[in-house]
C-alpha cells in the first residue's frame, strides 16, 4: 500500500473517532432531553416525591441539591481559595510545599466513594451528624477542595508580576497586597472556576449516599426556621440530592412511572449542568474581552 | 485602659489626653493592620495545612477501619484477597473472599481503558493535529461539557439504552460486565481525549516541520514523530482515565448486574469493589463482621487509588526529566 493512501485511510478514521465523539454527546443530550423533557412540567418540579404512587414530583430532591451546594461552596471556597494563595504566593519550594502539592493531587484523584465512605466515618457517626446536609456538604468540601486550590493557584499565577509589584513598592504589606489588589484582579477567573466546579459538585452522587442520606424527612416549605425538624433550611436533617434519587429510584423504587421521574430528573440536571457551564463560559469570555480591551 | 484612668483622675489636662488618645489609636490602628497581615497569613497557612491534614486523616481512619476485619475479626488476609465465595449471610460459616470484586474492578477499568482509548486518541489527534480550528471551536466544548455530565446520568443512559441492547443480542438479562465497561469507558472518553490533546500540543513544532521537509505524510509524521514525542504523557492520560474508570461506583452499579459470583465471560453479571460497597453498606450494622469487609474493601480501594497516583507521578517526572 502507498503511503498516499494510509494516509487518506489513517486521516479518515481519525476524523471518524472525533465524530464518534461528537455524536455522543449529541445523542446522550437529545436522548436525555427529549425523553426527559417532556416530563418536566411545573408540577413534577413542585411536588413532593411519593414513595409508592405514581405522579410524584422532584421539589425536595431539587431544593436540596441546590442547597447542599450553597452550603459546600460556603465552607469550600474560603479554605479552597487560601489554600491556593497559599501555593501561589507564599509556599517557598522545598519538602513542605511539594507535599502539600501531593495532597492536593491525592485529593483530586480520590474515588468519590472512597469520600463518601470517609464522610460516613468521621462526620456521619464519629462527630454525630447522622446523615445530614452537613455532613454530605462537609464530604464534598473534601471532594472539591483541590478543584478551587488549583483554580485559585493558576488565577493568581496568570497575574502580571507589576501588579504585585505596585503594590510592594507602595509599601503594602505582603498580605495587603494580596487582599487588595491581586485577589480581586484573580477573582474573575477564579469565579468562573467555581462555577464549573459547582456543576460538577452539583452532579456528585456516590459521596452523598452515605453521608446525606436517601430520604428527606417532609419539609415545610412554609417554616424557615432553621432548626426545626422539618424546616428546609435545617442542616441536620437528611437530604437524598437529585442525582442520588435518580440512582434510588432506578435501583430501588417500586413506584409504576419509575422511568418517567428518572428521565425527567436527569434532564433536570443535566440542564442544571449545561446552564453552569454555559454560564461560566459566557464568563470567561465577557472577562477575556474586558482584559483584552476589545 | 491606663489612658482611661489617667483621664478619669485628671480632667485638667484633657485636651493633652485626647490628643495623646488619638496618637494612641493610631498606633492601635497599625497595631490592628499588622494583626490582620498575621491573621491572613494565619488563615492561609492553616487552610495548606488543612489538605495534608485531610489525606492524612483519610488514610489514617480509612486503614483503621479497615484492618478491623483482619485484627478483629481474624479474617486470613490471603483468603479474603483470593476468595472466591462471597456469602457473608450464610448462617453457618460464613466466607468472605473478595477476589470476584477485585477481578471485576479489574476487567471494568481495562476493558474501559480499551474502548475509550482509541476514540480518545483519535478525537485527540483530530483536535491537535487535523483541524485546529474546529478543534478548539467545536471539540473542545463537546469535550467539556461531556466531563461535566454526572455519572448517574451516564448510568441511566446505560441503563435503558446498554442493557436493552444487550438483552436483545447477547441474551440473559442484559446487565453484564461489557456493559458495564462500555458506560464507564464512554464516560472517561473525554477525559482522556483532553489530557491527551494537550500533550499533542505540547510537542514542538520543530519536530514535524523536519518531518515534513525529508517528505513524509502527515499520518506518517503523526505516527512515526508525535505520538512517540509525546508518549509518555499520552500514557498518563489513559492511567488518569483508568482511575477514573476504576473509582466508578454509582454508574457501574446500575449496569454491571450485581452478582458476587466470579464472572465466566463478559457477557456474564459481576461486580466491583464499588458497586458492592454501594450496595451493601446500607444493609449492614456497623461493627458487623460484614460491615468490616467491606470497610476493607473500602481501604483496598483507597489504596489502588494510590497505586494510581504513584503511577502518574513516576510517568510526569520521567517526561520532566
Known sequence: ?294 | MKISKIATADPASRLDNNAKLINEKGLLWRLTDRASETRGKMFIYSSALLMIVAVIAITLFLMIQGLRAFVVDHLNFWTFITGTQWYPDRTVNPSYGAFPFIFGSMAVTFLAALIATPIAIGTAIFMAELAKKWGTKVMQPVIEILVGIPSVVYGLIGLSIIVPFMRQHFGGSGFNLLAGAIVVGIMILPTVASIAADSIRAVPDSLRQASYAIGATKWQTIWRVVIPAAGSSLVTAIVLGMSRAFGEALAVQMVIGNVTKLPGSIFDPSATLTTIITLSMGHSTMGSVLNDALWSLGFLLLLISYVFIVIIRFLSRRRNA
Open chain 1, 1 to 294: 500500500m502507498s503511503s498516499k493512501v494510509t494516509n487518506r485511510i489513517a486521516l479518515s478514521v481519525i476524523i471518524l473517532c472525533a465524530a464518534v465523539m461528537a455524536g455522543i454527546l449529541v445523542s446522550l443530550l437529545s436522548y436525555i432531553l427529549f425523553k426527559g423533557v417532556t416530563n418536566i412540567s411545573w408540577q413534577f418540579l413542585t411536588t413532593s416525591a411519593s414513595p409508592f404512587l405514581a405522579g410524584g414530583g422532584i421539589k425536595d430532591q431539587l431544593w436540596n441539591s441546590f442547597y447542599v451546594l450553597i452550603i459546600t461552596m460556603i465552607l469550600t471556597i474560603p479554605i479552597g481559595v487560601s489554600g491556593g494563595i497559599y501555593l501561589a504566593e507564599y509556599a517557598k519550594p522545598g519538602r513542605l510545599t511539594s507535599f502539600i502539592r501531593t495532597c492536593v493531587e491525592v485529593l483530586a484523584s480520590l474515588p468519590s466513594i472512597v469520600v463518601g465512605m470517609f464522610g460516613m466515618l468521621i462526620f456521619v457517626n464519629y462527630f454525630g451528624f447522622r446523615f445530614s446536609v452537613i455532613s454530605g456538604a462537609l464530604a464534598l468540601t473534601v471532594f472539591n477542595l483541590p478543584v478551587i486550590v488549583r483554580v485559585t493557584e493558576d488565577g493568581f499565577r496568570a497575574l502580571s508580576l507589576h501588579q504585585k509589584e505596585g503594590g510592594l513598592a507602595l509599601g503594602l504589606t505582603h498580605w495587603h497586597t494580596i487582599k487588595t489588589i491581586l485577589l480581586p484582579a484573580a477573582f474573575p477567573s477564579i469565579l468562573t472556576g467555581i462555577i464549573l466546579s459547582a456543576g460538577r459538585v452539583f452532579g456528585e452522587s456516590a459521596a452523598l449516599l452515605f453521608t446525606a442520606g436517601l430520604s428527606t424527612p417532609d419539609l415545610n416549605f412554609s417554616n424557615w426556621n432553621p432548626i426545626s425538624p422539618n424546616s428546609p433550611l435545617n442542616l441536620f436533617r437528611s437530604a437524598e440530592t437529585l442525582s442520588v434519587h435518580i440512582w434510588a429510584v432506578n435501583t430501588g423504587g417500586i413506584m409504576p412511572d419509575v422511568s418517567r421521574i428518572a428521565n425527567g430528573s436527569a434532564a433536570v440536571l443535566v440542564v442544571c449542568v449545561l446552564l453552569f457551564n454555559l454560564f461560566a463560559r459566557a464568563l470567561g469570555k465577557m472577562i477575556n474581552q474586558k482584559f483584552s480591551g476589545k
